[in-house]
């Protein structure tokens, strides 16, 4: 019998391998069958960077660093900008591809497609299909943007009436992920260029100079989803299969990885295998860090959407406060870094 058994190898599933690689515990990796997205931006934090580099998978990924970002809301006063300087760290984040980091991680590590018989079994395999969850009233449409100047190390977050529209530097050009009206995100998707990228700098409203070019198109539903019980006996849930966030911030992969880092302590250190009251200890343990930061996404993506006077008001009035208070703003930097342990 196996000591654990992870089901999906996704970024998540392979990190907790990885982790585990040097415990003296049985481990086996199962393979899902589902093919990864043709084009996902995702923005890894300088606390993940970490946790990759201890992996031994940092070295060789392609990214961009952030090193700033610049945050402010559609037709409205109120703007704030996040330095890595004032973090404490060399960048806020780094922005990469899905599909190569998954590769990276699969280089790594070794998958089996047969299912085996094991004391603990951890659910890795992505957003769960039997929760319904809280479904927003945004879809996102995700891209690749070419604009004049090219990026730097400079994202931008703008809220927008319809959800908040996001740009991250990528090798000279943008990554987007643009939440909005699903009938809107409908005809866009399928706009002609021209059209899509009018309205696009519309909403930009110059922050990033002009948009030219846009590739990979692709809409995605959003929603959050979230397990009642992290721990069920013997089997436990982690990054997405636990909690599937909206995409504001880019917390859920950079959470998922968290998640990946504790439970590969607890089973380490778990005397024969992995006891249920191991699983209940790493359940207690995570709970924090994923309830404020589930919060903290529900509230920008829904309590920041929304184009009433006292909503654009109240946002406004939050972003200035951020830019002026350095304390605040540099603890809402490395929350978003380092989760839980960023609180005092």
């Given amino acids: 019998m196996l000591d654990v058994l992870i089901r999906g190898a ?10 585990l690689r040097n415990s003296g515990l049985q ?4 393979e ?3 093919a990864p997205p043709l084009f996902r931006p995702i923005a890894l934090s300088y606390a993940s960077r970490l946790i990759l580099e201890r992996l031994g998978v940092w070295t060789g990924l392609n990214v961009s660093p952030i090193e700033r970002i610049l945050v402010s809301q559609a037709g409205s006063f109120g703007r704030t900008r996040l330095d890595a300087a004032d973090a404490g760290v060399p960048a806020l984040g780094y922005v990469t591809d899905y599909a190569a980091l998954l590769a990276q991680l699969r280089a790594q590590v070794t998958t089996t497609t047969e299912v085996s018989e094991a004391r603990c079994i951890v659910h890795a395999e992505g957003a769960p299909q039997d929760t319904e969850g809280k479904r927003y009233a945004q879809d996102a ?3 690749l943007l070419h604009a004049e100047p090219p990026s730097t190390a400079t994202a931008f977050e703008r809220f927008t009436p319809e959800g908040p529209l996001a740009l991250l530097p990528l090798a000279g050009r943008y990554a987007l992920i643009w939440s909005m009206r699903p009938e809107r995100a409908a005809r866009l998707v399928a706009a002609s260029e021209a059209q899509f990228l009018r309205e696009l700098n519309a909403v930009a409203g110059g922050a990033i100079g002009r948009g030219t070019t846009i590739e990979k198109r692709a809409v995605q539903p959003l929603a959050l989803k979230v397990r009642g019980a992290r721990v069920e006996g013997n089997e436990v849930y982690i990054g997405n299969a636990a909690q599937t966030l909206h995409p504001v911030a880019g917390q859920g992969l950079n959470l998922g990885l968290r998640d990946a880092w504790d439970l590969a ?5 778990a005397p024969a295998g992995a006891a249920p009251a ?13 309830g404020a930061t589930i919060r903290m996404t529900d509230f920008l993506a829904a309590g920041f959407a929304g184009d ?5 008001a109240a946002r406004g009035a939050a972003l200035t406060a951020l830019d002026i208070f ?14 839980a342990a960023a609180l005092p």
């Fill in 10 to 19: 996704g970024p998540v599933g392979c990190a907790l391998a990885l982790a």
């Fill in 308 to 312: 009433n006077v006292l909503l654009r």
């Fill in 32 to 34: 899902a069958s589902a």
């Fill in 265 to 269: 302590h607890v089973l380490g250190r």
């Fill in 326 to 339: 350095p304390a605040p703003r540099r603890f809402f930097a490395r929350r978003m870094i380092f989760g």
């Fill in 27 to 30: 481990v086996a990796l199962l």
């Fill in 141 to 143: 449409i995700v891209g």
């Fill in 278 to 290: 191991m699983l209940t200890r790493f359940a207690a343990q995570r709970r924090l860090d994923a």
